[in-house]
């Protein structure tokens, strides 16, 4: 799949590429704990073990995997902070 | 003229000055070159040293010497607190108003710990990242007949990652020597999926805390302590109760930093250059140690394995000459042991490309970290090994 926008909606992007884990499953926290509940964010990821991760770190949480997407060379995963 | 200037005096700045020194010789005496250390206290501390005045009978005066008997004597030391970076003037400020001038700055700055970002962490939680709070740990499990221990760690990055691993396989060696295990429950937790953040390392732990009853708890990511009914709370919604309650403390790298421009809030760690160790493409400033944004551990051994380069880069750029590419980039590499309790232990040895395969533990590995500390004063700041 190549490069698209990310997804409608997001309130904040986290460019978490060239980290590796945990490195964007805690920028994700960090971006989590600044923002509002209803608000929606995207971590771009190039680190394989996030697509795992995150998902089970979102379920845990009680927030929402809003989605996850192969982009050009990463992986996009937006979640939207529920409370 | 070219004027180094070293902000720290930990194991990264205290090498770095020592190698540069004899890199330099001809140059420092035809007085072309001088390097300059700042340090806040003139106290080098080794710091791994602080988890065995709670668990190994280490005492704090022992893990203190002064700077400038570590030091090379043609590097100068000035003693005192940092306040400002003016990358246009290319000065530091500190805050008794000297300015000191470079041509070079190396920032060896280290990481600090904040436990009053949590609320009631003061009153309530132990740790191990100084040496009065260890001595508190100490006290504390002394006066310990048997309960829920919860240790967990509240904030990412943090310094020494196996350490709250290795105090819990500790802990729990005591609490059977001294008959108190069947009384206690341990709590290990962990903020993110598994039990460490290097996978092959996690793989070897987690046997360790199933066979020692150490129950392990996943994404809990400390958020708050309530006093009133001892349970601490994690973001993810969890609670633990304790009666003792041992948690890392968040960290942030030093905020002038921050002030300066040099690192970006609220972390304050430096982007780093993962090879050639330039702060933000800046040519002549550099970061080693605990003070980068680099994904690595916050520890002495990673300040040891990258002293050389920046020497490697300083030099060459003094000498005019091209950069020796087997000396002058940092691969990642990281070395420490892992304790496991009952006088065992384990070697992580990795780099950016090549996870650690810990050995088996056994008694070699722990006692080459006890003999490792004792002759850290005589080693690794004067750059013999």
Redesign the interface.
């Known amino acids: 799949m190549t490069d698209t926008l990310t997804a409608p909606g997001t309130t904040r992007v986290v460019d978490a590429r060239g ?5 964007p ?2 920028e994700l ?1 960090r971006a ?2 600044e923002s509002a509940p209803g608000q929606v964010i995207a971590v771009y990821s190039s680190d394989s ?1 996030s697509k795992i ?1 995150i998902p ?2 979102v379920e ?3 927030h929402r995997l809003v989605e996850l997407a192969r982009r050009d060379g990463y992986d996009e995963i937006v979640v939207e902070k529920t409370h | 003229m070219n004027r180094i200037l070293i902000l720290g005096g930990g194991v990264g700045g205290t090498l770095t000055a020592n190698l540069l020194v004899k890199k330099l010789r001809r140059q420092l005496k035809a007085g072309d070159v001088t390097i300059t250390v700042v340090d806040q206290t003139g106290l080098h501390t080794y710091q791994p040293g602080f988890m065995y005045i709670a668990m190994g009978g280490e005492r704090a005066e022992s893990l203190q010497r002064p700077e400038r008997g570590l030091l090379d004597s043609q590097v100068n030391l000035v003693v005192g607190e940092v306040a400002k970076v003016d990358e246009a003037l290319r000065t530091i400020e500190l805050r008794d108003g000297m300015r000191l001038e470079y041509d070079f700055l190396v920032l060896a700055t280290g990481s600090r710990i904040l436990p009053e970002a949590i609320e009631h962490f003061d009153t309530e939680a132990h740790h191990f990242y100084s040496a009065e709070a260890a001595l508190e740990l100490r006290k504390a499990l002394d006066a310990f007949r048997g309960g829920r221990i919860v240790i967990g760690i509240a904030g990412m990055p943090y310094k020494c990652p196996p350490a709250p691993l290795e105090v819990a396989f500790l802990i729990e060696a005591e609490l059977r020597q001294r008959r108190l295990r069947t009384k206690s429950e341990l709590h290990f937790c962990s903020p993110i999926g598994r039990a460490f953040t290097i996978e092959t390392v996690s793989e070897m732990a987690t046997p360790i805390l199933e066979r020692k009853g150490i129950e392990l708890h996943t994404f809990f990511n400390v958020e708050s302590i309530d006093a009133e009914r001892r349970v601490v709370q994690s973001l993810e919604g969890e609670e633990l109760p304790y009666d003792l309650l041992i948690l890392v403390p968040p960290h942030k790298g030093q905020q002038f930093l921050m002030d300066s421009g040099l690192a970006p809030a609220p972390g304050g760690w430096l982007p780093t250059d993962r090879a050639t160790l330039q702060v933000g493409g800046r040519r002549n400033v550099f970061a080693l140690g605990d003070a980068t944004d680099l994904p690595l551990s916050k520890a002495g051994s990673t300040a040891h394995f990258e002293a050389p380069v920046v020497t490697e880069r300083i030099v060459a750029a003094i000498e005019g000459r091209a950069i020796d590419p087997q000396r002058g980039d940092y691969l990642g590499k990281v070395m420490c042991f892992f304790e496991i309790g009952d006088g065992k232990g384990t070697l992580l040895q990795f780099d950016y490309e090549h996870p650690p395969h810990p050995p088996k533990p056994n008694q070699l590995w722990h006692l080459g970290k006890i003999v490792f500390n004792k002759t850290y004063w005589h080693t690794v700041p004067k750059g013999r090994v």
């Open positions: 980290s590796f884990c945990p490195g499953l805690m926290i989590i704990r073990g991760d089970k770190w845990k949480a009680g």
